[in-house]
């Protein structure tokens, strides 16, 4: 009789059982766990061993084999056969040697044949518990590599259990969590439920592949889509952007390749028919979907709706956006508690801010008379010029000073002195402004070393100094997103981009390689200033 490793239902446990048995236990436990069966019979193997081990001595280098197709168990220790025996557990002199393997020579490892052992409560139980961990083990493997490919498929698994606001969802052969801001606020998931749930990430983790899934994510609503509307399964329509609230509202924007079809109609359906079916899996969000445009003005307009709009103005620098409503459309453009203005902006990766014609009517009042007043103490000269030169689209003292006189004279009124006067003035006053930056610049202790610096302004040294930048090492220090970017960079005023800033950081550390010898080649060179090294200004 063969010791082995036999299954129920509900685990495995160690017992005696005959050959034919022990294959049809890892048939059994492979179909039921969906794994390869000579992991089961590797683990039964193992757990043999660790029986083996407990019943001869944990010192002993004890094997186990069981034949895949036979059932055969062969149980035996291995003995490496040296000239004086260190290890009598492990090791054999070669006289003893011969007598368990005929030419037995020094250096060799011989097999030394067991009798099948009997499995008492203690080692049946540790034999269970190798069975048991090895399965799961392979179980786990099998459920990673099964789902790690899966990421943004939708799936359908019943509701197994709540715990701590997370749904926890039975999905056949694993199990997937949708955690509580993955799920559609106010929405019950109860136990039995039937569920459809989007794929959100697969993560290999200690206790095992932890499945992740999600109703709130713009991604479930694309793949819906996908199974309500044909063409877009097909690829004649694009879902182009989501935005979602989820459980309230969200927005869509749809775009045809095919010139015959209607995105926002093939999407909308019969009597509303495609997009019901969507909303009635997502507990009756409202969806408002909207023609996609690459041009972002009109894409904004749309995504508006249903407020209607009278003004665009974009801000490339800032990647804001500003729209002017009728003063009786600010409410619906807002949309109660911010979300149509939220949800636009989600949808088109832009800051959007909402005013009405009067307040818009009063900043432009606002700017036409900050200008004019600068412009008046500027260049000294009186209301009416510097209204005039506003009207005509001059903002800074730099449009005036380095524009083409001839654009300057060609403003009604003006003629060729008074536009080279006021070039000339203009020119003045910004010598006058770099002046008071520069004094103010050697208060604050900014090293003319960091002013030598190409790329930098006497304003922008002002700015540095102020931020406690004094040296080219504390620039050196910097990142460029310290520098220059848009919501908190040191410089973000002067309009920047990241290559300015990478150069302007690199330059300023290029005093740290001059100590480098003239044969460390190319690296020395740049710092000695012979070569332009990637991103630094020469």
């Known amino acids: 009789m063969a010791q082995a490793a036999t299954a129920t239902k509900t685990g495995v446990a160690a017992v005696t059982a005959n050959r034919a048995e022990l294959i049809a236990i890892a048939d059994a436990v492979a179909r039921e766990k969906s794994i390869d069966r000579m992991i089961v019979i590797e683990a039964m193997e193992e757990s043999i061993q660790k029986a083996a081990r407990a019943r001869y001595g944990a010192e002993n280098d004890i094997r186990a084999k069981i034949d895949a197709k036979t059932g055969d168990l062969r149980l035996w220790r291995v003995l490496e056969v040296v000239e004086a025996p260190e290890d009598f557990f492990k090791q054999i002199n070669e006289v003893d040697a011969q007598k368990l393997q005929a030419g037995a020579a020094l250096g060799d490892f011989i ?76 929405e019950v998931l109860r136990v039995g439920d039937r569920v459809r749930t989007l794929i959100l990430s697969v993560r290999r983790e200690i206790r095992g592949p932890q499945i992740f899934l999600s109703r709130a994510a713009g991604e479930f609503m694309k793949k819906l889509f996908a199974q309500e509307v044909p063409e877009i399964y097909d690829g004649i329509i694009e879902i182009k952007a989501v935005a979602r609230d989820p459980g309230s509202r969200a927005k869509i924007g749809v775009i045809s390749r095919d010139s015959s079809i209607d995105p926002v109609g093939a999407c909308v359906g019969m009597k509303g028919s495609r997009v019901q079916a969507v909303v009635q899996e997502l507990q009756g969000e409202k969806i408002d979907i909207i023609p996609w445009s690459p041009d972002t003005a009109t894409f904004v307009v749309n995504a508006l709706q249903p407020a209607e709009v009278a003004k665009v103005v974009l801000d490339d620098t800032d990647n804001r956006i500003d729209v002017v409503v009728p003063d009786d459309q600010l409410s619906l453009a807002i949309g109660r508690r911010g979300q149509n203005v939220r949800l636009a902006s989600q949808l088109t990766g832009r800051q959007i801010d909402i005013m009405t014609e009067a307040d818009e009517s009063e900043r432009r009042q606002k700017e036409f008379v900050e200008k004019s007043e600068m412009f008046q103490t500027e260049l000294d000269v009186d209301e009416t010029l510097a209204q005039l030169l506003v009207a005509e689209g001059f903002s800074e003292l730099e449009e005036v000073a380095y524009v083409d006189v001839a654009e300057l004279a060609a403003i009604e009124g003006f003629d060729d002195d008074l536009a080279s006067e006021l070039q000339q003035r203009a020119q003045d006053a910004l010598d006058r402004k770099e002046a008071a930056a520069r004094e103010e610049r050697t208060e604050l202790g900014v090293d003319d070393a960091l002013a030598g610096l190409g790329g930098l302004t006497e304003a922008m040294l002002v700015v540095l100094g102020k931020a406690g930048i004094k040296t080219l090492d504390d620039l050196g220090d910097l990142a460029s997103d310290e520098l220059v970017a848009k919501r908190d960079g040191i410089l973000r005023t002067f309009g920047l981009s990241e290559d300015d800033g990478n150069r302007i950081i690199m330059a300023a550390r290029a005093h740290w390689f001059e100590g480098e010898a003239a044969e460390d080649g190319p690296a020395a060179d740049a710092a000695n200033g012979k070569v332009a090294p990637a991103n630094v200004p020469e």
């Open 111 to 186: 097999v030394d044949p067991l009798p099948p052992i009997e499995f008492g409560r203690i080692a049946a139980q540790a034999a269970k518990q190798v069975i048991v961990q090895k399965v799961r083990d392979a179980e786990r493997d099998r459920q990673f590599e099964e789902y790690k490919d899966r990421q943004g498929e939708i799936i359908t698994g019943v509701v197994k259990r709540a715990e701590f606001g997370h749904v926890v969802v039975d999905l056949g052969k694993a199990e997937g969590v949708i955690r509580r801001d993955q799920q559609i606020p106010r």
